[in-house]
């Protein structure tokens, strides 16, 4: 079974600074996505980016970026020029592209990331 | 354009009563998912549900748990008999297909235990 674990249960950064939160999944598969979501105060559960693991190219969504190491299973989260309004869990998740396993994510514990202003 | 409804957004029973949280998938989505989040964890799934069939339920506790997507209605997650370990944040997700690229996410249910 795949397993997803983030390893720092909190994080702060300073206000326009940039943070890294860390992720690492162990699996057996070859192919799969990957996922980063947001958790504020609300309970909302927001996708911030996705990653194929076909794809070599690390996915970008305007100041949210990672990195993505398939051989090292790992997938972190760089978050550049950081807002007040980032401060949240942070989860990253699996979910297999197999026709059997493709309905679920396997999510981390989280990362409570908070803003310095 | 709505996205996924849950509701109740709190719903607080005594031990022993029944839980009954309300999904209403996005329009046009058909496949819906049930995921649990205890205090201070990551989301654990329960349940895969398409109209009037379970697709996967591996995910579910064995007694008192079960869930339903009706031909026309919310889905439903039912918990019987609750306990004090059942409190926890319950999430619904819908998604347009069988391999969907990514769910959309309810704000989900608040369950408290008393």
């Known amino acids: 079974a795949q397993t997803v674990t983030q390893s720092q249960p909190e994080m702060s950064v300073q206000e326009a600074e940039t943070v890294t939160l860390s992720c690492t999944y162990d699996?057996?598969?070859?192919?799969?996505?990957l996922f980063w979501y947001k958790q504020p105060p609300s309970r909302q559960m927001i996708l911030v980016i996705r990653?194929?693991?076909?794809?070599?190219q690390n996915a970008t969504e305007n100041r949210f970026s990672v990195n993505f190491q398939k051989a090292a299973k790992s997938f972190s989260l760089k978050i550049s020029d950081s807002q007040l309004g980032d401060a949240a869990m942070y989860f990253c998740?699996?979910?297999?592209?197999?026709?059997?396993?493709?309905?679920?994510?396997?999510f981390g514990q989280g990362t409570r990331l908070t803003i310095n202003p | 354009n709505a996205g996924v409804m849950q509701n109740p957004r709190h719903l607080v029973r005594r031990r022993g009563q029944e839980a009954r949280l309300r999904c209403s998938p996005m329009?046009?989505?058909?496949?819906v998912y049930w995921y649990r989040q205890l205090p201070e964890e990551g989301l654990k799934f329960m349940v895969y549900?398409?109209?009037?069939?379970?697709?996967?339920e591996s995910g579910m506790p064995k007694e008192r748990f079960s869930a339903e997507f009706p031909k026309e209605g919310p889905s439903i997650l039912r918990i019987q008999q609750v306990v004090r370990g059942d409190s926890a944040a319950y999430f619904c997700?819908?998604?347009?297909?069988?391999?969907?690229?990514?769910?959309?996410f309810g704000s989900g249910t608040r369950l408290t235990v008393v």
């Open positions: 990653q194929e693991a076909y794809k070599q």
């Open positions: 549900l398409q109209k009037e069939n379970i697709i996967d």
């Open positions: 997700a819908s998604s347009p297909g069988r391999i969907g690229y990514g769910y959309t």
């Open positions: 998740a699996y979910r297999s592209s197999s026709f059997q396993g493709a309905q679920k994510l396997v």
């Open positions: 329009k046009g989505h058909s496949h």
């Open positions: 699996t057996s598969e070859s192919d799969y996505y």
